[in-house]
């Protein structure tokens, strides 16, 4: 028996971050996103015990550093059933480091596998509890979708997904580091917010363009001005009719919102020139 599950990257239709907190987290409140563009995880049980990681980019962990094995082993330890030997495999499309959710969404597909595999009657919120103990993002990849997120990000209320559009999303060849973005916040300086109960109720009227002028995120307001793409990127969608664009979480990766796929395609074809990972995506 092995399974095979897709892991969807996530984008931040909003970031607000509220205030740090005495455990070094911050609360945040965000409203993130599902889209169509997915690694391929596939597990399989082998009989020497442990686990083996592979993937297609030889510079990822291949033990429990990468949050693929972390996911598995937290399964077995919570669940209580007895661990088993495991081979997981990544195919890769998701940018790393991009502020997508890629290797937590390869960490949530691992558990919807082995609950697939073992745990067939598992309620969907476990599965979530147990990701939180892997990632904050993991819950919200176990479920997928829409959702508004807050604490750390564990704590999610379903939204609808985004209306019909084309998603262009584009990473420069760099990561932004992030300890260092969120070690630049200082809370009661940040100048702007998202209107973050404005974008859920674009999200519950279907209404495109509603969503579109509440996209945000705050770690723009304190990006280092080495990270000046960013902004490059930004402003050559919206020069070529994104109706809004914006950074997904920590960056650096940007994506701007279409309504009609002829102005996203000439959006993916001009960033292709110029950047090494431009893709064009729906919403899920």
């Known amino acids: 028996m092995s399974g095979v599950e897709y892991a969807y990257a996530k984008l931040n239709l909003a ?3 509220l205030r740090k907190r005495e455990d070094g987290y911050h609360d945040l409140r965000m ?7 997915a690694d391929e995880v596939s597990i399989s049980p082998r009989s020497e015990p442990g686990m083996t990681v592979s993937t297609d980019l030889p510079y990822l962990p291949k033990d429990e550093g990468n949050i ?3 996911a598995a082993s937290r399964f077995f330890a919570v669940s209580g059933l007895p661990p088993v030997g495991l081979s997981i495999d ?6 790393v480091c991009a502020g997508m959710a890629g290797g937590s969404s390869d960490g949530a597909a691992v558990l ?3 609950r697939r595999m073992y745990a067939p009657d598992m309620p969907e919120e476990r599965l979530a509890e147990i990701g939180a103990l892997v990632g904050s993002d993991v819950p919200f990849c176990v479920h997928g979708g829409a959702m508004l997120a807050e604490g750390r990000g564990e704590c999610l209320s379903p939204l609808p997904s985004l209306p019909p559009c084309w998603l262009v999303v584009c990473k420069p060849a760099y990561s932004v580091s992030t300890p260092e973005l969120f070690s630049k916040v200082q809370v009661k300086k940040l100048r702007c917010h998202p209107d973050i109960p404005g974008m859920a109720a674009a999200l519950e009227q279907g209404d495109l363009e509603g969503v579109a002028r509440r996209l945000y995120n705050v770690f723009e307001d304190v990006l280092p001005r080495k990270y000046h793409q960013i902004f490059e990127i930004k402003s050559t969608l919206l020069g070529l009719g994104a109706m809004a664009a914006s950074m997904t979480g920590s960056g650096p990766t940007v994506f701007g919102l279409f309504r009609d796929h002829s102005p996203a395609v000439q959006a993916v074809e001009v960033l292709t020139a110029q950047y090494p990972s431009v893709y064009l995506c ?3």
């Open 282 to 284: 729906r919403p899920l």
């Open 112 to 114: 919807r596998v082995l």
């Open 68 to 70: 693929a094995a972390k």
């Open 90 to 95: 990544i195919k890769k499309r998701i940018p």
């Open 31 to 37: 409203v993130m996103q599902s889209i169509d563009l």
């Open 15 to 17: 970031l607000d971050i």
